[in-house]
């Protein structure tokens, strides 16, 4: 099982050394890749009584993935990138392929791309897309990306997407780019079993069997291959329940659960645990590591 990081983003802050820091020292100590979550737009929650508590919010500091990647990837040399996830169907595909096409080249194969619909009606609404579509259209987008992705000049034609005859100048190094899906909804699921590289579920631990079991079961009925279709956990410092920090054997023993359930890869997730500097995250994140004799 592949060990991986989940990038601190509301917490990491804005120094660009501190930033190159944190990476360098997950390579340095045997990480095999980092996971960056996604938000372009946060929400002034004063005058909104109706935003879930808890939720991020405009106070909430996020770096655009690609462009964060773009900038770890000169200062790292095998360090994989994972976006996890991120809301596609709020962008332009045909602009996400040529910057994640862009980043493949310069990462040299180093990028896979988790993509979700995401919950924030907000982030919709401020880049013009119909909160109600983003399910259809990561479905087209997912398709649209493969081909476009793959051939030099191509055409497509779809509810939301047209191509004639055009395509991207970089292609990524393999003429594609790993695929992921992110979610616990039906729908999620659905996708990710027919459509995905890999799934990237977000539940509990005593949950991983039962869940990857059924998830192997969505996979067989498309007529694929589960070997072939990845799993990434997401296992949190914090306890979500009692909102206080886990140590690092418990963190530790939750990824050998996943792992164990069959799953391919694990990212820990140090945010919101009382962690105060970067350093503190990675000394966490080096305990984990260590428990788990890597």
């Given at each position: 099982?592949k ?27 045997d ?77 040299s ?46 055409t ?11 395509g ?14 992110g ?25 991983a ?16 291959d ?7 956990a997401i ?7 009692l ?19 069959g ?32």
């Open positions: 099982m060990l991986g990081a989940v990038f601190p983003q509301t917490e990491i802050g804005l120094d660009p050394e501190d930033i190159c820091h944190f990476a360098i020292t997950l390579e340095a100590c990480f095999d890749h980092v996971l960056a979550y996604d938000h372009v737009i946060g929400a002034n929650t004063a005058n909104r009584p109706e935003w879930p508590e808890g939720y991020y919010d405009h106070t909430c500091a996020f770096h655009e993935p690609l462009v964060l990647f773009s900038f770890l990837s000169g200062v790292t040399a095998k360090l994989e990138f994972m976006t996890g996830v991120m809301i596609l169907p709020q962008r332009q595909t045909a602009l996400v392929a040529k910057q994640a096409a862009n980043l493949d080249v310069f990462s194969g180093r990028l896979r791309m988790g993509f979700g619909v995401g919950w924030n009606r907000v982030e919709y609404e401020a880049l013009g897309v119909p909160f109600g579509e983003r399910g259809a259209r990561l479905d087209e987008q997912i398709e649209y990306l493969r081909q476009i992705w793959w051939a030099e000049s191509s497509f034609s779809g509810r939301f997407h047209a191509l004639l005859e055009a991207i100048n970089p292609l990524p190094c393999r003429r594609s780019i790993p695929i992921w899906v979610g616990t909804s039906p729908a999620a699921v659905k996708r990710a079993a027919a459509r995905s590289d890999g799934w990237i579920p977000v539940l509990p631990a005593p949950e069997e039962a869940a990857i079991l059924s998830f192997h079961e969505d996979v067989r009925a498309v007529q694929r589960p070997a072939a279709v990845g799993i990434e296992v949190f410092a914090r306890d979500l329940s909102g206080q920090r886990r140590s690092a054997a418990e963190v530790a023993g939750d990824c050998e659960v996943w792992q164990a359930a799953a391919t890869h694990v990212a820990v997730d140090t945010m919101n645990a009382g962690l105060a500097s970067t350093d503190d995250h990675l000394d966490y994140l080096h305990a984990v590591r260590a428990r788990l004799g890597r």
